[in-house]
């Protein structure tokens, strides 16, 4: 096709490709992967999962591969619903949509109010991904500082302030990771929550919060979610099974007001959510004990993150700080003035280390001093490794 440009959406064609992905294949394979967002190896329940998935198959029948799947299908979304009311987020059969990962509920929460042109507020730094598909629906985006205690209201607050002030076009959405964000790792605090629903509700936008992480605390006292709080229909919160089982189910949900998703529903037009992989996690989530399940999965990361803190307190130069996440996956090394991420990133991979750096997790050019170190994926001695290599790296560059 010749004329190829010509026939792309108006999104399509302002957006191009970015690349990322293809990047990152590119780097050394042996390298120790301070990149991944992905849970540790040995976490997967392969032997019990593949007996289980056996077993709900020929118990549900034909019905299991069909469209729409059966009793263990169902069972998933019941299962889920019951984890969801034990962190104080009640919701009934109608305001759930059970989606393909949370990407899916993402990009569904986009299509329902994103226009071109539209200002959404985002976390800076914020999920790539995240941030990408709001790109993709042709958002504006609107970055809202992140420190050790989260999401700033304040600064929010005085953004909202000013754009009304001067008549723009105020914000429908606002999107923020309130437990353990990536890439940051830090926890919004309860007063900040409280003080976002109320900047909500008096500016009259909705809060996507992407709990991705939220069930993933290994230090400290949970913190109720905004969609545990909010009694008014503004939050929509979304969640996924990625972190705490495995990615490649490719299950989430979108919690909310009935009536978003039910036009949620609408533009899902994707034949159904995996009706196979619902039957599998569903029987697998009847069989075990979740509970028993998080808890070791909270040690694994708990040593991991050990790791990364006193290996950084071990090998990071003077001059470089990084954050102390309690939850999830990561956690942000800020570098001294003057050094570059990306100029250092080839240097890491000859050194054997893979860590992200900041840019891509920024809408605003911004990142240039950071990396993004997940202790997720590896062994924790090989994250204690990994961090001594980057230390390396960092203090070559900072004589060069
Ligand atoms: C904050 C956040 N949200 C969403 C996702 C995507 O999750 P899923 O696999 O459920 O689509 C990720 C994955 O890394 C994430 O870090």
């Known amino acids: 096709m010749k004329n190829l440009e010509a026939l792309l959406s108006e999104r399509a064609r302002v957006r191009g490709v970015d690349g990322v992905i293809g990047g990152i294949r590119r780097q050394k394979k042996d390298a120790i992967p ?6 540790y190896p040995e976490s997967y329940p392969l032997e019990s999962f ?4 056996s077993r709900a198959i020929l118990r549900d029948g034909p019905e299991a591969i069909n469209y729409g799947g059966a009793d263990f299908a169902e069972e998933f979304e019941r299962r889920t619903l019951k984890r969801l009311a034990t962190r104080g987020i009640q919701c009934d059969g109608d305001g759930i949509l059970v989606t393909s990962g949370s990407s899916q509920a993402i990009n569904l929460v986009c299509s329902i109010l994103i226009d071109v042109g539209d200002p959404v507020l985002v976390e800076a730094p914020s999920y790539m991904g995240g941030l990408n598909s709001f790109r993709n629906f042709g958002a504006r985006l609107l970055s809202v500082e992140v420190d050790e205690d989260g999401l700033c209201t304040d600064a929010l607050r005085d953004l909202l302030v000013e754009r009304n002030q001067r008549g723009a076009t105020m914000p429908k959405l606002l999107y ?6 990536n890439p940051s790792g830090s926890t919004t605090t309860l007063t900040r929550r409280r003080e976002l629903l109320n900047l909500a509700r008096e500016y009259g ?3 996507l919060e992407d709990d991705a992480y939220g069930e993933l605390r290994f230090e400290g006292e949970d913190l109720p979610c905004l969609g545990a709080i909010d009694t008014e229909g503004l939050v929509i919160h979304v969640g996924s ?6 990615p490649g189910v490719r299950l989430g949900w979108a919690v909310a007001d009935p009536r978003l998703i039910e036009m949620m529903n609408v533009h899902k037009a994707d034949g159904g959510t995996n009706p196979m992989a619902r039957t599998i996690v569903g029987a697998y989530l009847a069989e075990v004990d979740m509970q028993a399940r998080l808890e070791e999965l909270r040690t694994g990361y708990r040593l991991r993150r050990d790791a990364a803190i006193e290996a950084m307190e071990e090998y990071m130069p003077e001059g470089c700080a990084w954050t102390y996440p309690q939850g999830g996956y990561f956690t942000w090394l800020t570098l001294p003035a003057g050094l570059d991420s990306d100029e250092m990133l080839p240097k890491m991979a000859e050194e054997g280390v893979r860590p992200l750096s ?3 997790f920024y809408c605003d050019g911004r990142g240039a001093a950071n990396f993004r170190i997940s202790y997720s994926y590896p062994d924790p001695d090989d994250v204690r490794e990994g961090v001594a290599r980057m230390a390396r790296v960092i203090r070559q560059s900072m004589k060069d």
């Open 50 to 53: 593949c007996g289980t998935a």
């Open 176 to 181: 923020c990771i309130t437990n353990f964000n």
């Open 34 to 39: 301070l990149h991944y967002g992905y849970p």
């Open 241 to 246: 099974m990625s972190k705490i089982l495995a």
């Open 205 to 207: 936008f909705l809060i």
């Open 358 to 360: 900041g840019r891509q």
